[in-house]
Nanobody, 127 residues
Framework: QVQLVESGGGLVHVGDSLRLSCVAS??????????MGWFRQAPGKEREFVTA????????YYIDSVKGRFTIARDNAKNTVYLEMKDLKAEDTAIYYC??????????????????WGQGTQVTVSS
């Protein structure tokens, strides 16, 4: 069984930084072959795709609203994907989910996909 476990969320102020981590585990789960990404869901809103990283870290994607502020990275030796968030804004407040369940394009170009999700970690940015 595959597990994705996020950590690193919390309550911060506008302009602060946070680093989220997501550790993957599973007897037959070959992390290094999967594309990985982060979604977020703000209160009362749909879940939003935020960023993705290819299996070899060679390609990354960010939505416009986080470009230049968020950085996705991975360490295949540690089965871990990170989301470094800087200059946080109130509108970044959401539950952040780590996943391999990415939009189709990324499954074709970034690596394998699968229907695996973490439980989410809350990020609250206070103004």
């Amino acid at each position: 069984q595959v597990q994705l476990v996020e950590s690193g969320g919390g309550l911060v102020h506008v302009g602060d930084s946070l680093r989220l981590s997501c550790v993957a585990s599973g007897h037959t789960f070959t992390f290094k072959s999967y594309s990985m990404g982060w979604f977020r869901q703000a209160p009362g809103k749909e879940r939003e795709f935020v960023t993705a990283i290819a299996w070899d870290s060679g390609t990354k994607y960010y939505i416009d609203s986080v470009k230049g502020r968020f950085t996705i990275a991975r360490d295949n030796a540690k089965n871990t994907v990170y989301l470094e968030m800087k200059d946080l804004k109130a509108e970044d407040t959401a539950i952040y989910y780590c996943t391999t369940d990415l939009p189709r394009y990324y499954c074709s170009h970034y690596g394998r996909c699968g229907n695996y999700w973490g439980q989410g970690t809350q990020v609250t940015v206070s103004s």
